[in-house]
């Protein structure tokens, strides 16, 4: 099960930290990513870290901006936004798999939160 917090409303320029909590199959996850759903567009990838690893992987639209870390002990992943722009306004998903497939691509996602909002708003 995961469990995602840490969203709201900030202003263009500023900063936000999702968290998300990971519970369950930890010792199997391969991947822990985030996506994000924009109103009106289809859901897309953001960013993703292994389970095991540390080389992160980074969409091109957030790449200097976002980064993602990892607390195993307390089975936690959090996302730390900076620079947030209106364009980055969406719901955010945090998401595991147990394979090692793309990714990037949705399907391959075994387990979903059930996100939250981030509002990127003068």
């Known amino acids: 099960q995961l469990q995602a917090s840490g969203g709201g409303l900030v202003q263009p320029g500023g900063s936000l930290r999702l968290s998300c909590a990971v519970s369950?199959?930890?010792?199997?996850?391969?991947?822990t990513a985030w996506f994000r759903q924009a109103p009106g567009k289809e859901r897309e990838f953001v960013i993703s870290l292994p389970w095991r690893g540390d080389r992160a992987v980074y969409s091109h639209s957030v790449k200097g901006r976002f980064t993602i870390s990892r607390n195993q002990a307390k089975d936690m992943v959090h996302l730390q936004m900076n620079s947030l722009k209106p364009e980055d306004t969406a719901v955010y998903y945090c998401a595991t798999k147990t394979n090692s497939g793309d990714v990037a691509k949705i399907s391959n996602y075994e387990y979903w939160g059930h996100g939250t909002l981030v509002t990127v708003s003068s």
């Open positions: 369950g199959r930890t010792f199997s996850a391969y991947d």
